[in-house]
């Protein structure tokens, strides 16, 4: 059909009416339907050699979380590659990256209708739109004057967002460097923050507000969230982008070398010592050192953290002069460090200095619909790795991941999809569309809660109920009774931290390595298996 001036003007009315980025996508695409028959639309940003779906009509959710390679599409790097309007014949032998997909056709798309619209500004590819048709050959006969004012106002659009966001930005950096960190930092683990849920557009907020300043930031959250990926959006969006981002995971560092490992050290200091080695504190000077796990750091080496929290200095182990770093500090927890602070086992100094800017990272059971958009970013992912065609996840899986409480997160669903599609490609041929089932989700092996046994020594069983010496109906020997004393503590201590030798030691009050020797010697043993909770 001829675009005419009054749906013309209707469209751009609506879009003037829009207030946020999501509700103009979906109004720019309602009104591309209105002008043109479809099944499905998308609405695609180009970011390096990906397309990144803002906004869908006509396919399933979780094509949101999907992010097209153009080496793995070529329809849409075709699209790309051109200036005009790209119409495929209706028998074209190239896979359409929406195969089975579209919500108004089960399994394999059959012979149907594709176009794409790349969506230029200043020369510059910034997206673009694609059209399907279950209908063959039903945009053959649009007028070039239609995807002409088609084009022009989605390019429109898509640059209005881009400009208030922030992302024209980010997408004209030329310096390859700032570039190369750019991408390794959207792609390394997933880096990007994928989801339109409550919890997560106030993270998303979050960030947006602190990234900016220097400000040191608390990063709040359970085991699998995503708090690193927090970090290094920070770090990204800082004013230090461009600068080192030092990660150091404090749970890993020995007690002796903590010191050493944060703030470096003078040749000699100490056994072993062959030369001076600059410390993370160093490395990161002018950027970011994201401490993670600070719960773990030892009460002895949090008053050197807290002044170079307070001034900037540094002391390197075995050196007499002071150094001066800048460094903006993120850190990172599992713990609760308010309770940590009560119970002395975190300097309460340090934790408000800290957290200046808390951010708690959301649980995956609390994002809703978000479990999808990950569930299709991770699909995507799997079939490039597998050499796959195409994964999808049916009505009824879409309904267990969304039921499940997800214990480990998001790196838990990561594992539940990866190992899903494995299992579903069993009995399929690689160039199929293969569904997953709710029989490949596998849950009860997925991250399950660990029962704890600690298996004292024979002699433990004397200390529960210790009776006195004088009491004694027959003579104790000191050693045995002493050792008795020790097993049960040590079985106690570990069976209240969940079989962490870590935190037993510290509530011990005892290095980690001399409590697992003597723990051996005592013959205590921590035996963990797996509980099948029902999902």
Same mark, same amino acid.
């Given at each position: 059909?001829?675009?005419?001036?009054?749906?013309?003007?209707?469209?751009?009315?609506?879009?003037?009416?829009?207030?946020?980025?999501?509700?103009?996508?979906?109004?720019?695409? #309602?009104?591309?339907?209105?002008?043109?028959?479809?099944?499905?639309?998308?609405?695609?940003?180009?970011?390096?050699?990906?397309?990144?779906?803002?906004?869908?009509?006509?396919?399933?959710?979780?094509?949101?979380?999907?992010? %097209?390679?153009?080496?793995?599409?070529?329809?849409?790097?075709?699209?790309?590659?051109?200036?005009?309007?790209?119409?495929?014949?209706?028998?074209?032998?190239?896979?359409?990256?929406?195969?089975?997909?579209?919500?108004?056709?089960?399994?394999?798309?059959?012979?149907?209708?594709?176009?794409?619209?790349?969506?230029?500004?200043?020369?510059?590819?910034?997206?673009?739109?694609?059209?399907?048709?279950?209908?063959?050959?039903? %945009?053959?006969?649009?007028?070039?004057?239609?995807?002409?004012?088609?084009?022009?106002?989605?390019?429109?659009?898509?640059?209005?967002?881009?400009?208030?966001?922030?992302?024209?930005?980010?997408?004209?950096?030329?310096?390859?460097?700032?570039?190369?960190?750019?991408?390794?930092?959207?792609?390394?683990?997933?880096?990007?923050?994928?989801?339109?849920?409550?919890?997560?557009?106030?993270?998303?907020?979050?960030?947006?507000?602190?990234?900016?300043?220097?400000?040191?930031?608390?990063?709040?959250?359970?085991?699998?969230?995503?708090?690193?990926?927090?970090?290094?959006?920070?770090?990204?969006?800082?004013?230090?982008?461009?600068?080192?981002?030092?990660?150091?995971?404090?749970?890993?560092?020995?007690?002796?070398?903590?010191?050493?490992?944060?703030?470096?050290?003078?040749?000699?200091?100490?056994?072993?010592?062959?030369? *001076?080695?600059?410390?993370?504190?160093?490395?990161?000077?002018? +950027?970011?050192?994201?401490?993670?796990?600070?719960?773990?750091?030892?009460? #002895?080496?949090?008053?050197?953290?807290?002044?170079?929290?307070?001034?900037?200095?540094?002391?390197?182990?075995?050196?007499?002069?002071?150094?001066?770093?800048?460094? =903006?500090?993120?850190?990172?927890?599992?713990?609760?460090?308010?309770?940590?602070?009560?119970?002395?086992? %975190?300097?309460?100094?340090?934790?408000?200095?800290?957290?200046?800017?808390?951010?708690?990272?959301?649980?995956?059971?609390?994002?809703?619909?978000?479990?999808?958009?990950?569930?299709?970013?991770?699909?995507?992912?799997?079939?490039?790795?597998?050499?796959?065609?195409?994964?999808?996840?049916?009505?009824?899986?879409?309904?267990?991941?969304?039921?499940?409480?997800?214990?480990?997160?998001?790196?838990?669903?990561?594992?539940?999809?990866?190992?899903?599609?494995?299992? $579903?490609?069993?009995?399929?041929?690689?160039?199929?569309?293969?569904?997953?089932?709710?029989?490949?989700?596998?849950?009860?092996? $997925?991250?399950?809660?660990?029962?704890?046994?600690?298996?004292?020594?024979?002699?433990?069983?004397?200390? +529960?109920?210790?009776?006195?010496?004088?009491?004694?109906?027959?003579?104790?020997?000191?050693?045995?009774?002493?050792?008795?004393?020790?097993?049960?503590?040590?079985? =106690?201590?570990?069976?209240?931290?969940?079989?962490?030798?870590?935190?037993?030691?510290?509530?011990?009050?005892?290095?980690?390595?001399?409590?697992?020797?003597?723990? =051996?010697?005592?013959?205590?043993?921590?035996?963990?298996?797996?509980?099948? *909770?029902? %999902?």
């Amino acid at each position: 059909m001829e675009l005419n001036s009054t749906l013309l003007l209707e469209v751009a009315l609506d879009l003037a009416n829009s207030i946020t980025n999501e509700d103009r996508f979906d109004r720019l695409l #309602s009104s591309i339907r209105k002008a043109i028959n479809c099944d499905a639309v998308v609405l695609l940003i180009h970011q390096g050699e990906q397309l990144k779906p803002l906004a869908i009509q006509g396919l399933a959710a979780d094509t949101l979380g999907r992010r %097209f390679n153009l080496s793995d599409h070529p329809r849409l790097s075709l699209i790309c590659a051109g200036t005009q309007p790209v119409r495929f014949a209706s028998d074209s032998p190239l896979p359409d990256p929406y195969d089975g997909l579209l919500l108004a056709k089960e399994g394999d798309l059959p012979v149907h209708s594709c176009m794409g619209l790349p969506l230029y500004s200043d020369n510059q590819l910034m997206g673009v739109v694609t059209l399907d048709s279950l209908s063959p050959e039903a %945009f053959s006969e649009i007028p070039e004057r239609t995807l002409q004012l088609i084009t022009a106002l989605s390019a429109a659009t898509l640059k209005t967002a881009i400009q208030l966001s922030g992302l024209e930005q980010r997408a004209q950096q030329a310096h390859d460097l700032v570039q190369e960190l750019t991408n390794e930092a959207l792609t390394r683990d997933g880096g990007e923050l994928i989801g339109n849920s409550p919890s997560m557009l106030a993270l998303k907020s979050d960030i947006q507000l602190v990234s900016g300043s220097d400000y040191t930031v608390l990063i709040l959250g359970k085991t699998g969230v995503g708090k690193e990926l927090v970090a290094r959006t920070l770090h990204q969006r800082s004013n230090r982008g461009t600068q080192p981002l030092v990660h150091v995971n404090c749970a890993s560092i020995p007690e002796t070398l903590a010191e050493s490992e944060l703030f470096g050290h003078g040749k000699g200091a100490f056994s072993g010592a062959e030369k *001076e080695r600059a410390g993370k504190f160093q490395l990161a000077d002018g +950027g970011t050192i994201f401490l993670d796990e600070i719960g773990e750091l030892p009460l #002895s080496v949090q008053s050197k953290l807290l002044r170079v929290l307070q001034s900037g200095e540094i002391q390197p182990v075995g050196k007499d002069q002071v150094s001066t770093v800048n460094v =903006r500090v993120l850190a990172a927890t599992n713990r609760d460090l308010a309770q940590e602070v009560k119970t002395g086992r %975190f300097r309460a100094d340090l934790y408000h200095r800290l957290s200046v800017y808390p951010i708690k990272v959301p649980e995956l059971k609390e994002r809703g619909n978000d479990v999808l958009l990950l569930a299709g970013y991770f699909l995507e992912v799997t079939a490039r790795k597998l050499g796959i065609r195409q994964l999808k996840i049916p009505n009824d899986v879409q309904q267990a991941l969304l039921a499940y409480s997800w214990p480990g997160n998001v790196r838990e669903l990561e594992h539940v999809i990866s190992r899903a599609s494995l299992k $579903a490609t069993r009995s399929t041929n690689q160039h199929d569309i293969i569904s997953l089932n709710t029989a490949d989700l596998d849950f009860e092996r $997925a991250l399950l809660p660990k029962e704890i046994h600690v298996q004292p020594t024979p002699q433990s069983s004397l200390c +529960g109920n210790a009776e006195p010496l004088s009491g004694s109906a027959e003579p104790q020997n000191l050693k045995t009774m002493t050792e008795a004393f020790q097993a049960n503590m040590i079985s =106690r201590a570990l069976a209240g931290c969940q079989g962490n030798w870590t935190l037993a030691a510290k509530q011990l009050n005892m290095d980690r390595a001399n409590l697992a020797r003597l723990a =051996r010697r005592l013959g205590v043993q921590v035996h963990k298996s797996i509980k099948n *909770e029902t %999902f």
